[in-house]
């Protein structure tokens, strides 16, 4: 059910605005940590002020996941679709909800599953497409995995391919984990067939830079490839990005 707006992961959470509605609605995934950082609440809380239901997806404690980071995965990007889908639904069930019109916010992890979401391929996996996907700081392409099938290192591409749905992603351009190039190259080639895309590139951002927890101290960590990825919240990114998203969000979920 939906409750007053709180900080409190561990679950899946809906909150709505004040009102009897119908409000367009937003689904958020988080990242690979999921709600280690509570970045997702605060995009929860933002969404909310601007008068939409959101309902923040959970997608390890259920399941007794810590981590989602590491391949092989414990939680796969179909499943992962899968519960933003079933998230969806639940929304669609609630009488202050607009059912068509309901968008996908997604934070890393969870921005690949938007990726995934807006292409023709997976747009229909598990239930009706999204209204609108934004996607913030996505790896659009993971090098140095292995394959479970030959056990040798190579590339896995993660899109955007054949973006049917309206997107919007955001990047970084210190972002070493997600490369924005690798986002950006794929982008184009879907604007230039007129797919429903656009993107943008923040200057001095790097991945997850709105996590506010990181304010006073910055997180780091070695990437696959060998390279050294930092993460630093960017309060003026943070703000920008959020008016860019939700002025997209609006202009998708919420004509008449």
Not at 4 to 17: E, S, V
Not at 32 to 59: I, Q
Not at 101 to 127: C, E, N, P, T, Y
Not at 170 to 193: F, H, I, N, Q
Request: glycine share 8%; with cysteine.
């Amino acid at each position: 059910e939906a409750t007053a707006f709180h900080y409190q992961p561990g679950a899946n959470r809906m909150f709505k605005p004040d009102g009897a509605g119908p409000f367009p609605a937003l689904v958020l995934m988080p990242t690979c940590s999921g709600h280690v950082r509570l970045n997702t609440f605060d995009w929860a809380k933002r969404a909310v002020a601007r008068g939409y239901a959101v309902l923040v997806v959970d997608p390890l404690t259920p399941r007794n996941v810590r981590s989602n980071c590491e391949p092989p995965v414990k939680v796969s990007a179909s499943r992962l679709l899968k519960d933003a889908k079933d998230a969806a639904a639940h929304l669609r069930k609630q009488s202050f909800v607009r059912p068509d019109r309901i968008g996908l916010m997604g934070f890393s992890q969870g921005a690949v599953v938007g990726l995934g979401a807006a292409g023709a391929k997976h747009a229909r996996d598990f239930g009706p497409p999204f209204d609108a996907v934004a996607s913030f700081y996505p790896v659009c392409i993971l090098r140095n995995v292995r394959s479970p099938r030959t056990g040798q290192p190579g590339e896995a591409h993660y899109g955007p391919f054949n973006v049917v749905v309206p997107l919007r992603v955001a990047m970084g351009e210190l972002d070493t984990e997600g490369y924005p190039k690798d986002c950006v190259a794929a982008l184009e080639r879907e604007k230039s067939r007129g797919a429903p895309v656009e993107y943008q590139v923040y200057t001095g951002a790097t991945h997850s830079w709105d996590a506010t927890e990181l304010r006073h101290q910055s997180f780091s960590k070695r990437g696959v490839e060998g390279q050294m990825i930092v993460y630093h919240y960017n309060d003026e990114v943070t703000e920008q990005s959020a008016k860019d998203a939700l002025a997209f969000l609006d202009a998708q979920l919420k004509k008449d």
